[in-house]
């Protein structure tokens, strides 16, 4: 499977908890239905958070994986 390219990327590098879900769910509210993004940060608890954030709120988590600079995301709205 092929993931899609993102229509927006935010870096969140450097912003604590909870500022990665919070700008996150921003960006997510400004695209349109359907459309992706993808979302770098530098928390550790971005991991945990940032996909429990897209189950709670019906987005869907494309991709999550851990990088030597922290984490990148991709979430469908």
Known sequence: M???EPD???D???LKCPLPVLR???ALAALAAGRVLRVIASDPGALDDIPA???MSGHELLIAERTD???VF???R
Do not use: D, M, V, Y
């Open 24 to 26: 996150t769910k921003k």
């Open 8 to 10: 927006q990327t935010i």
């Open 53 to 55: 954030f897209a189950r």
């Open 2 to 4: 092929s993931l899609p």
């Open 69 to 71: 600079a922290g984490s």
């Open 12 to 14: 969140l590098t450097g």
């Open 74 to 76: 991709l979430l469908r």
